[in-house]
């Protein structure tokens, strides 16, 4: 699987079936300082959402269709005019998997909120829950953990059950866990590896990603700089 992260919680995904996802788009004309990528550089087969925050919605709309998100989400966007992913008729929910591009697509619980961008500003609407994804391309899965704090179903549920080889965490604090909570959910989840996310995009979530490297004893942690790729 290559990831190619553009800062904050933005990826781009390529699977080993040869599927193409955005998570998050979260671009630069969306208000992302860490990156120069822009809607129309992103060239994906599918959008993962994992709620209505403006800073993760971005530009959802502008990147295009299908996509897939929590069935509040879902609606709103198809009433923008665009379609949800893979043929669910209103997106999906908490403890769902749908197969896209040859990819199991599984959205698991995350501990935040969510609403959809308002008809005259961000974040107004209803968003319904926020969640996370785990992506299984059958050679990988991935798990995006989208925002989060610490809850005791990411060791129970998440590391337990679906077993995840590489995670995205995000460490940034203040709207998230922060670096040490992190540091224990990656110990809970066990996988081979991370990424830390969400954090430097804005003055209230800096952190040093190399401190937070150091208190994860269970896992290979890679610090990716923006607008860089990983192949795992």
Known sequence: MKLNWHG?????????????????PFTQSAGNPLTSTEADDVDVDTTLVTHGHGDHFGATLDVGEPVLAIHEVANYIQNQGLEDAAGTGGGMNL???????????TMVPALHSSGCPGAEGPFMGEGGD???FVIDDGETTFYHMGDTALFGDLKHVVGDHFDPDLVAVPIGDVFTMGPDAAATAIDWIDPDACIPIHYDTFGPIEQDPDAFAREVASADVHVVKPDSTLTY
């Open 8 to 24: 904050h919680a933005f990826f781009e995904l390529e699977l080993a079936t040869g599927a193409r996802f955005a998570v998050d």
């Open 95 to 105: 403890g769902g998997t749908v197969e896209v591009g040859g990819a199991d697509v």
């Open 130 to 132: 926020p969640a996370g």
